[in-house]
């Protein structure tokens, strides 16, 4: 599913990347932890295609077999609306759009059809019990409700592949563990890959596999 290779970061002179190589399984909830600076959300922006790695010899990076590297901005974009979805810390819903809106976005953005799209996002947000709330905006919202309206959003394009970053970490504690019970139950139901960064112990320790960095590089 995904395969990362020799994976460095430069910001100017600061490494923040130090030669990553990872795997991840088709259907495999894999969670990243280690202290604030060790290069957790910068692996995962390179891996969901939000950033671009400083390439090295022996650089690479698939996802679904797709080389990755070798794309231009305008086929990464579509290949990251079509095959990609994102959760993070802070919902990022869009303030003056209702939670169906704001899930209708990114198929809208990948030219889908208006009155399918918002039969698939009716049904995503019932599925998270949000039937009752498809014409609130985020701000009539509880911190719950919205970020499960930004899961719904992740989902509306049936992504082979959901990046985390931080996703809980703006919840209370029953809203937390409401959500990270989610990304198991969608696992199950809908076959989807998860990397999830999270200082969360709970939900990292959930995960198939935990990854965890030191200084810019996974320890064994």
């Known amino acids: ?13 600061l490494q923040v990347l130090k030669g ?20 957790k959300t910068t692996l995962l922006q390179i891996l969901g295609t939000l950033d671009k790695p400083s390439v090295e010899n022996g650089t ?44 209708c976005i990114p198929a809208f953005i990948g030219g889908k059809e208006k009155k399918e799209t918002e039969k698939e996002a009716k049904r995503l947000l019932d599925y998270l019990g949000l039937s009752h709330r498809i014409d609130h905006k985020p701000n009539e919202l509880s911190g719950g409700e919205q970020q499960r309206v930004a899961v719904a959003r992740a989902l509306i394009n049936k992504p082979a592949v959901i990046f985390a970053d931080e996703p809980s970490g703006n919840l209370d504690t029953a809203s937390a563990e409401n959500l990270h019970q989610l990304f198991f139950k969608l696992r199950d139901e809908f076959g989807q890959t998860f990397v999830i960064v999270t200082h969360n112990e709970e939900l990292a320790n959930m995960a198939d596999r935990k990854l965890v960095m030191v200084d810019g590089q996974i320890s064994i």
């Open 1 to 13: 599913m995904i395969t990362a290779k020799n994976i460095h970061k430069f910001y100017d002179t």
């Open 20 to 39: 990553v190589d990872l795997h991840i399984k088709k259907g495999e909830i894999v969670s990243i932890v280690g202290a604030s600076g060790a290069g």
């Open 60 to 103: 690479s990076l698939t996802i679904n077999d797709e080389d990755i590297l070798k794309m231009n901005d305008k086929l990464l974009s579509k290949f990251r609306n079509q095959h990609l979805g994102f959760i993070f810390q802070f919902h990022q819903l869009l303030p003056e759009f209702t939670a169906l809106e704001n899930v």
